[in-house]
């Protein structure tokens, strides 16, 4: 089995993102969860409610010799708004902002220079993505784990949010995207 490694990322509701780099290339596991605050083992609940400090995020496993980390993070820059500031459309909270989490696949230069890529591509707007960590990573309860692939396609939230995200997926990235 090829080498892997992880890169961990917060773009909103953690369904959205999973269910976005589930069709990534090279990808071989995302799971759903949470970091970044000061509550151990903090629940669904309690990360919903804002006072833990952590973010929705999701941990990508990936084979770099298929998907280089750049590309990786190119992709999760380009999939969400990176300029709303602890938000992403509906969601309001700092549960829902945008960052990179630094571990020991990915350091702060790989974070920087993705931010700054997206910038130069865009001209006139500012990331407000933020690179934290590392943190302690706490996977989100069972349900939420492939979310869009079960109950996720009946969820009305769902069906508003993650198509959208799996179109802009296709169309800007459509080299780093599943044979179906």
Request: proline share 6%; charged share 25%; aromatic share 10%.
């Amino acid at each position: 089995m090829a080498d892997t490694q992880q890169a961990i990322v917060a773009g909103g509701c953690f369904w959205c993102t999973e269910a976005v780099f589930k069709d990534v290339v090279g990808v071989s596991d995302v799971e759903s969860g949470y970091l970044g605050g000061d509550k151990p083992n903090p629940t669904y609940k309690e990360v919903c409610s804002g006072a833990t400090g952590h973010a929705e995020a999701i941990r990508v496993t990936f084979d770099p010799a298929v998907l280089a980390l750049g590309d990786l993070l190119d992709v999760f820059m380009g999939t969400h708004d990176p300029t709303q500031l602890n938000r992403q459309g509906n969601d309001v909270g700092t549960q829902y902002r945008s960052a990179i989490f630094l571990n020991s696949d990915l350091a702060r230069e790989d974070a920087e220079a993705a931010i700054a890529r997206w910038e130069a591509d865009h001209p006139g707007q500012t990331a407000v993505t933020t690179i934290e960590g590392p943190a302690e990573w706490y996977p989100a309860e069972d349900y939420h784990q492939e979310y869009w692939e079960g109950e996720g396609q009946r969820n009305p939230y769902c069906l508003a949010v993650i198509p959208p995200k799996l179109m802009k997926l296709r169309k800007s990235f459509a080299d780093k995207v599943k044979a179906d």
